[in-house]
């Protein structure tokens, strides 16, 4: 795209733009061996089910230290995947890696484990998305009930009816579908009368500093209700203190998901959990 409006002119003239550029090639070309190498690894953060003190449901987040490049943000690496075709192959490995972690841990712990797993836009448009599913389910050995599909309103702004087809083939076998980053989309609730989902998650923006925001508190609260009038969970997302936790448990919020329950961190600090 830069290209065809004249990259040259602009990189004469644009330094940070050249440098963005080059960082996203490298990023890029780092990724593609990363992957290739196995080099990528999966954090798990859980999803509490307030008043429980079990941990039985944990979001894997994908997390990429590369030798040249150093830590590289997941904010960063899912956009270049996402443009470069890469996503399908990073998300395969994703599932993969929390599914065996979901089989071991609900071995270990003699209790169903569950796993959400963030699946991007491209992916679902794949027609062979439900059977790449499946076949992981297989070798994996995890019962469909192990799985929530973590996806976007970005997901569905397209090709809506094909989307809800594959998400409805998957339902049918038990996995479950959540939508990630309530409220931060457009079309969230066009959307919601037509998807077929298991959970809400609100989106942070919604949750920070709720005990001193009103308006927040009252969009909140409306989530909630739809939440209980549909009879899906409501999670809230990024909980950083008490005083968030105390608003949502008043406001009957069911789960929730933050720092101030747990960080995101590798499968073996939660073992002895
Ligand atoms: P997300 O799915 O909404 O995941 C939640 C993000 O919020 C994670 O960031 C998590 O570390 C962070 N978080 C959790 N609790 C708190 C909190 O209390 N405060 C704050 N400030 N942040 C909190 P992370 O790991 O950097 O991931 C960012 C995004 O990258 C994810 O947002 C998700 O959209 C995407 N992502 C990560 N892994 C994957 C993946 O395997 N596949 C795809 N398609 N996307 C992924
Ligand atoms: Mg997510
Ligand atoms: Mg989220
Ligand atoms: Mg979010």
Redesign the pocket.
């Known amino acids: 795209e830069a290209k065809r409006q004249g990259a040259g002119l602009w990189q004469a003239f644009s330094p940070s733009l050249a440098a963005a550029q080059d960082r996203r090639i490298q990023v890029e070309r780092r990724l593609r061996r990363a992957l290739q190498e196995g080099e990528l690894d999966?954090?798990y953060?859980p999803i509490v089910e307030l008043g429980c003190d079990e941990w039985s449901t944990f979001?894997?987040?994908?997390?990429w230290t590369d030798a040249e490049l150093g830590p590289v943000?997941?904010?960063e690496f899912?956009r270049v995947?996402?443009e470069s075709g890469l996503?399908n192959e990073?998300?395969q490995f994703?599932m993969q890696r929390a599914l065996q972690q979901s089989v071991a841990w609900s071995a270990r712990w003699s209790r169903r484990v569950t796993v959400n797993?963030?699946?991007?836009a491209t992916?679902l448009m794949r027609p062979d998305f439900v059977g790449q599913v499946e076949q992981l389910l297989v070798s994996t050995g995890a019962h469909p009930r192990q799985l929530t599909l973590?996806i976007?309103e970005a997901v569905v702004i397209q090709q809506l009816d094909f989307v809800i087809g594959q998400l409805q083939g998957l339902r049918r076998r038990g996995v479950g579908v959540a939508m990630?980053?309530f409220g931060t989309g457009f079309s969230s609730l066009a959307v919601l009368s037509r998807l077929p989902i298991d959970a809400l998650?609100v989106?942070?923006a919604f949750v920070r500093g709720v005990y001193r925001e009103p308006r927040r508190q009252a969009l909140l609260s409306a989530v909630v209700l739809l939440g209980q009038r549909l009879e899906i969970s409501v999670v809230a997302?990024?909980?950083?203190e008490q005083r968030e936790l105390d608003v949502l448990q008043g406001l009957g919020c069911t789960h929730a998901?933050?720092?101030?329950l747990s960080?995101?961190a590798d499968a073996a600090s939660f073992d002895s959990a």
């Open positions: 999966v954090s953060q979001e894997a987040l994908a997390r943000s997941p904010l899912i995947a996402e996503i990073l998300g994703v797993v963030n699946v991007s992916q973590e976007t990630d980053d998650k989106d942070r997302e990024g909980v950083e998901q933050g720092y101030y960080r995101p």
